[in-house]
């Protein structure tokens, strides 16, 4: 049987470049992409797309810290921010990861289609938020950051397109507002990560070299290449608004999550 190695070193360069530019995590392209070369593979229906949503979080371990250390690098992440949302963060991820494994496979995917293109139309907006107000107390971060582990666990993304424009929006530069987005996406996926090898142990039928609903020959495949191509996107965003590149990167998500909508309902 094909490996598909191919694809997975192809989708990880396109998350990778995506993730420095933009600060998302990549699960969002990465999922519907996982979840059609597993089906294809001949993984069993009920845990094709909660495989693809565990290696596809797993895969932002390694994203999210390369395009971070270029972020840093150029002084363009608010540690402070960071602190104060990681403990919600992590509690929120955790938990909708947990909950996760114990929902179907067509309640996932409808899940899983509805916040992708929530984030899609976002990053369709053309004005940048302006800014109106403060950064929020730490209890509130922390709140906010419980709500962004929670949905990002259920599609796989870093929360860069809620958490850019509400750092945005409470004075944060734009490129700082990337930068830290970018670093949240470590401890979503720590959390999820967690959650998905957890919520995944002992289910039947999961394919060999599995850990729990992270699948490891496509998470090392996505995992090299993406890597590789992160610190290149996040070059990128320092030399351009990036709004073109933010359009295109919108209608391939419409067309993945509406593709995957249709395959597994």
Not at 31 to 47: E, N, R, T, Y
Not at 60 to 81: D, E, K, Q
Not at 107 to 112: G, I, M, T
Not at 132 to 139: H, K
């Given at each position: ?147 962004i582990g929670f949905i990002s666990s ?112």
């Amino acid at each position: 049987m094909t490996d598909w190695w191919w694809a997975y070193l192809a989708l990880g360069a396109f998350v990778g470049f995506f993730s420095g530019l933009l600060g998302i995590g990549g699960g969002s392209a990465t999922v519907p992409v996982l979840a059609f070369i597993f089906a294809a593979k001949g993984f069993a229906p009920d845990h094709v797309v909660h495989l693809a949503l565990g290696t596809g979080i797993a895969s932002i371990l390694f994203t999210s810290a390369a395009s971070v250390r270029s972020h840093h690098s150029r002084n363009a992440v608010n540690w402070r921010v960071l602190r104060q949302m990681a403990p919600g963060v992590l509690a929120g991820t955790f938990g909708g990861a947990l909950l996760a494994g114990y929902l179907d496979v067509r309640v996932l995917s409808l899940a899983f289609t509805i916040l992708i293109f929530y984030f899609a139309s976002q990053m369709l907006r053309a004005h940048t938020p302006v800014s109106s107000r403060a950064v929020p107390r730490p209890a509130i971060l922390s709140g906010f950051g419980a709500v962004i582990g929670f949905i990002s666990s259920l599609s796989a993304t870093g929360g860069a397109s809620i958490v850019v424009p509400f750092l945005v929006k409470r004075n944060v530069s734009i490129h700082e507002a990337i930068g830290t987005a970018a670093a949240v996406g470590w401890p979503i996926a720590v959390a999820g990560t967690a959650g998905y090898i957890i919520g995944g142990l002992h289910r039947p039928e999961l394919p060999q070299y599995s850990v729990g609903y992270v699948y490891l020959p496509a998470l090392a495949a996505v995992v090299v290449a993406s890597v590789l191509l992160a610190p290149v996107g996040a070059r990128v965003a320092h030399r351009t608004q990036g709004n073109t590149l933010r359009k295109i990167f919108a209608v391939v998500l419409f067309a993945l999550a509406t593709t995957m909508l249709v395959k597994f309902l």
